[in-house]
Each structure stands twice: as C-alpha cells, then as structure tokens.
C-alpha cells in the first residue's frame, strides 16, 4: 500500500524517488497523483516527507486535485535557461531539475520512476548526473520496483474500484454471449447477420467496445478475443476479418482499465459456438479441472509459484508440455499461472517458477488465476480466468461472478 | 516521412536506431511497426538498413503484422543469462541487448528511443553502456527528435486516416450540440434531464464517449469539456459535477484516437447555450475575427512562428496579455498557436514565437490552427480550432468541416 513506500525506499537505501511523466497512463505517477490531465509533471518525494508535484501552469488546476504540493514550472524560467544552455533543451531541462533538486534539498540515492519518453529522458540525465554529482540516480527493474511492491497489495478503495471494473467485465461477457448465440448460422457453420453478410471478429469486437464505453470503462484495446488457430497462440488478438464459426474455441481475455489509465479487470472465458469438437471438448475438461482444483487449493500466505508448480504437473500427467518439462514450450501450457492486477494489468506478485519466494497470497493482493492449453497448429486453445482477492480475514473472494459454459447453444440452430 | 529516416539519421550521425517498449501508445515503435499487441519489444535499425523487431514468443503472430523481420527473445536463453547475471534481472536484460548488437552488427552511435518504463531502462542502459563500450547510445529531447521529424510530413494513407478521425470528430460534435440543445432549463438556467436532475458534465461526457466509440474511435481521456471559470483555464478538463447552464463558456477540445495508439484529430468549439454575455460575446468575435484572418494568410512554405506572433498583435491591438508581452500570461492569450497532429497529439511543426526556424509550413504537414483567450477570474474562456493538412498542391485543406457558432439556441427555452 501507499503508506509502505517510506519503508520500501529506506529498504533500498533511496533518500528520495524523482518520478516523470504525465499523470496518466504512467502507473507510478497515477499512483502518487490519483491521474488527470497533467502533462510532463516532476515528482519528487524526499523519505518521510510528503510529495512534492511540479507541472505547467496551464495544468495548475488538473494538479491540484492530486491534493499534493504543487509548484510550477514557471519559477524557474525557461527563456532564460535556455539562454544559458546555449539553446540546448536538454540541458536546459537539467538544469531545471538541478533547480529543483537544490530548492527541495535533494542529494544521495534518488530512485528514477514513471513511463515517459526515453530518448528526451536519456538526453537530460545525461547532463544532470554530470551538473549534479551529490545526488546518484538509481534505476530498478519494473517487476520487482519499490512502487511493485507498494502497488502489490491493495486498500478498500483500490479493491472497490477493481470491483467495479469487474462487475463491468462480466456484464459486457453476458452481452456478447447473448450477441453471438443469437445470430443465424449458415450452411458451412459460419455466423451470419441479418443482412445475410458473415459476422466477422471484427464486427463483435465493435460491438464490445461499445458496451464498455456505455459502463465508463476503457475498452482495452490489445484484449483478446481470437477464434480457432488465433485462439491457440495465447497473445494473438485475433484478426479483425476471421469470421465466427460453430465448434471452434474462442478464447475471450478482456481486461478493461477505467478511463484516464486507472484499475484493471482480468478476466477470460473460453466457448465453442453451438458444439465443441472432442478434442477441445477434453482440453476445456483439463483447464476447468486444474481450476477448480487450484481454487480449492489456494492458501492464505502460499507461495504463488507452488501453484504454478502444481499446475504443471497435473498437465504433464495429462501428458502436455509445461515450463516444468520443456524449455519455452510453445504448446500446451505456455505461461505462467497469474500475476497480481491493479494500476498495471500485470504487476506483483508473480507466479512464474523462478518468482522470489515474496511472492506470496498474503492478505491484500488482488491476483489472477488463468491455467491453459494451447495447440495452435491444431487451431484450438482454452483458458479460464477470473480475478481473487486475497482478503484480510484470509478468504479467497473472486471479484465478479460469471459461469462457466464451454459450448454456447446457437438459440437457432441445432445440430 | 517514414523515407526520411535514413536522411535523418545521417543527419544526426546515427549510425543504428535503438527502439523500445510495447508497439501500442509508442509512437516511435508504432511507427515503425504499425501498433498491435506487442509489447516490451526492441527494434534495431542499421542505417539504410531494414529493421529487426525482436519480441517474446506469445507475441509472434501480432508482431509479423509488421512485415518486419521478426526475431524471438527465446533464442537468448534467459535462464542461462540471469544465473550468469547472478539473479540481477537489469543486468540480464543489459546482456540480451548487447547480445542482439552483437548478432545485428551494431556499432557506433545508436539513437535511443520509445515510451516505456525509465526505471527498468535507467537500470539496464547503465549496465549495458559499460558492457558495450563500442556503442554510444544518444538521446535526443522528443520535440525535435529524428522521428518528429520524420513523422512531420504524411504520406496519403496517413492523411486518409486523420482525416476520418476528424470526420468522427465532428459527428460527435454535433450530437453533442443536439443533446445540449434538447434539454429543458430550470429556471435558474440549469439544464436539466427528463427525471428533473440537473445535468452535469459528466453527463454529456458519458454520452460524448458512447458516441465516439460507436464509431471506433477511442475516447480520448483528457479531452476538455469544460464550463465557466473552467473554461478560462486552457487545460482543465473540466469537474464532472459542474452543472451545465446557460449564457457560460463551454470549451469543448475533443481529440479523439485511433484505437491502438493511432493517429489523432484535434478540434475545438467554443459556446455558450441559450445566450451569451455580452463581455463573452467580444472575446468570441476577436478570436473568430483572428481565426478567420490567419487562415486567409497561411501560405506554403511560410514560418509557422509567423503566425503566432500575428496572433499576438492582433490581440494586443484588442488589449490582452499575449506572450509578445507578457512572460508567462495567465489570463488572455496564454499558449501558441498550434501544433502538428498525427501519432502524436502534440508534434512538429511548432509554432511558438522561439521555435526553430525549420517549422515551416511544407508540403505533407498537418497543423492545428488555435486562437484562444482566457480569463479564468471572469468565469470565461474561448477558443477554436481546426486541423488544416498542408497538400502537396500548396492549397491549405480543412480536414473535417464544422459551423462556427458560438450561441446555441436551446430547443425548448427562449429569452
């Protein structure tokens, strides 16, 4: 939580955090700020004081609602440091945090955050480490970042927005099942519209889009929704002009955000249009039984990884690649089990097999549960998501309900 | 021009480019790769050279849809490199990197670019700087980087692709202006809905998304809607529990997306509902009056800075602070004159009274053309704008058309 970061920067020897970027869509500075419409903002946070947040005046107001101290950029005037940067923006903007640095009295280790422009941030630290050597600028893998580790377990406001965004998720889920088993089928099992033209991916996709906008949600534009081979290759998007078809596995992965880069939902569903083949039949069977089994399993204060662990073994008795028996598989079960869900659609903690042992189920994280199989070349792939909290009170609680169902019944068609 | 980079770069004394992060919101990577669901990608490219994208295995199938050469980060062992890194993940990643410059050939200055993670970059760049001492990296402030060069001129499938934002953009402005307009007036002059509730500003913004949605575009999270002293502050978006009245400046700065981090459109009207004051009414002829008077004047080839600074005359002529003037003004004519749009919001051409001298007004360039006054103390605030593309012909295209009026006459209310 928020109130940890002081003991995280004491942990890694940091005097200070310097955080760039704008307030949106840059999750440690949403993080600090609560977002809104400010633009190239500085952050500085010195250990055991309060934030300190410094943007343009054209932005003063969006600022202000971040309820931190807010000064402007106009204080340190920029005609005249360009001036005397002899006409170098670079070092002009260096020069600027130097300014920034001595007025606030930043000195020692400083860790760098936020998600902005590497070639201009590049270009100014250059100049700054060299006008600045009593403060050494510290950088960390995102993964594993004092803000992860912050971010990593959630307050009840967190968990009620993400709530939000689940309920949103499974209403939107609900629509495009009705949408899709409502269409007629044409004799080759492809869906059809009313005009008599083939529904497309990209037709359903539209449609999705709409009702998450409807809910005030983002429609989170890389989400899944990929139907036979695209199905199989666990990131594919699917193409926008396949079209929809009976007895193919549709791989449905939506995570929308709130608008202006806010909380996630994780959430996936895998159908198969008015039958199932038995071979996707009998993967869907593994991916749900390996579900359920994990959720029966899942104990307050494990380990996250010991459950990738034993989902893997349970798909290699089935007889399945995992990253237990195979080196970058690239069929059968691909990827690791879940990962944490909040400001970042992945963050901490992990449950990859080599994750640190502080990835744990402790009381406060949101995590995601998602086993699959995939077999791309034989145009087939299934997961299952849904999204836990890991409560206080040490109850597993799924954040939004939504059935099971493999195989949707086509309302006018029958085999 | 995607053409141009080589030129570019040979200008600047590149001999490689170095691109990072996800190929969505990166407008440097989606550049080069045309966006889709790729994510912590690296792109290399050689001087006239194509380039290589090097990516994770889920995501081969979404990164080909760039037609560039593709390679997996699955042919660098990561296991093998992070116990040989000694767990340090930063330092693995430096490994991989100097790995792929090794496998490419690369040597020399290496541009460094992309919108990701600083923190993670920091932290690897400083390892990799030490373990390839024959690559320098360079960074360059992102306002006149090579690619806001290059993405300066557009190509026709690029116009093509703004110019049907700008046609979604104006199509939701004038559902907007309808929706306004339906509503009835208490007597205080609050509009109000059907259930007798006020209607608020986050009303209409519910509804502006819906509509952009529909019609696949993204809503853009911070556009303005903005009333009353709001509407005097160029940037603020806005509170969505003003109420909407009549006789107050509404801004409406609407710049909505593609999705996937596409191309933008930028617009803005300015009105006043039922009525307007009388002081309201003269900020309005003066920035029409200019607005009307600059776009007669744009002449190919001409300094963009030109007109800023006519900008400025004219409304010093009418008594305002204007940054001719005034450093730093907070109330009158307080930004410059407009901007490039494309993959960017914000992007070269500049026309600020000290932009360089080589933003001119060239064949291929999309600008924005945006007088404005502000007087946030007066509860006022005007301005309009729209995109123009520059045509090869020299003739100055409006790309969406849309009225300019500034009262809005109420359906169901007369004076």
């Known amino acids: ?31 600090l700020t609560g977002g809104g419409h400010v633009s ?167 449609q999705i889009n709409l009702w998450l906008a409807e809910r005030g949600a983002v429609p989170t534009e890389g989400y899944i929704f990929a139907i036979g081979r ?47 083949t038995p071979e996707a039949q009998k993967l869907y069977d593994q991916v749900n039984d390996i579900y359920d089994k994990l959720i029966e399993d899942l104990d307050l204060n494990a380990s996250f990884r010991d459950y990738q662990r034993m989902t893997c073994e349970y798909y290699e008795s089935k007889g399945h690649q995992t990253p237990l028996n195979t080196k970058d598989p690239k069929q059968g079960y691909v990827h690791s089990l879940g990962h944490g869900v909040g400001l970042n659609i992945h963050e901490r903690p992990w449950s990859g097999l080599t994750a640190n042992d502080d990835n744990i189920l402790k009381p406060g994280v949101i995590i995601t549960i998602e086993p699959g199989l995939y077999y791309p070349e034989k145009g087939m792939g299934v997961r299952i998501e849904d999204s836990y909290w890991v409560r206080p009170d040490g109850v597993m609680e799924k954040l939004a309900e939504y059935p099971y169902d493999f195989v949707l019944p086509m309302k006018k068609w029958k085999k």
């Open 40 to 206: 190239a903002a500085t952050l500085i946070k010195k250990h055991s004081e309060g934030a300190v947040l410094f943007c343009g005046d054209m932005e003063r107001d969006e600022a202000a609602k971040s309820g931190l101290t807010i000064r402007l950029y106009s204080e340190y005037p920029w005609q005249e440091m360009l001036k005397e940067a002899g006409d170098d923006v670079a070092l002009m903007n260096a020069m600027r945090l130097q300014r920034i640095f001595n007025d606030l009295n930043v000195s020692g280790r400083v860790g760098v955050y936020g998600h902005s422009d590497l070639s201009s941030f590049f270009a100014v630290i250059n100049h700054f480490q060299r006008l600045m050597p009593g403060a050494t600028l510290v950088g960390e893998p995102r993964d594993n970042s004092i803000f992860m580790y912050a971010m990593e377990t959630k307050d009840e406001e967190e968990v009620a927005r993400i709530r939000r965004m689940g309920k949103i998720t499974t209403e939107v889920v609900g629509l495009t099942r009705d949408f899709l088993t409502s269409h007629n089928v044409r004799s080759d099992e492809v869906l059809i519209k009313e005009d008599g033209a083939p529904l497309s991916l990209g037709d359903v996709k539209t």
């Open 230 to 276: 695209d199905a199989g290759v666990p990131h594919s998007q699917g193409n926008p002009n396949d079209l929809m078809r009976l007895g193919q596995t549709i791989v449905f992965d939506i995570y929308p955000q709130e608008q202006g880069g806010g909380y996630f939902y994780d959430f996936t569903r895998t159908w198969s249009l008015g039958y199932a």
């Open 1 to 31: 939580m928020k109130s940890d970061l002081d003991a995280l920067m004491q942990a890694k020897n940091l005097d200070a955090i310097l955080v760039l970027g704008n307030a949106e869509h840059n999750p440690p500075m949403y993080y």
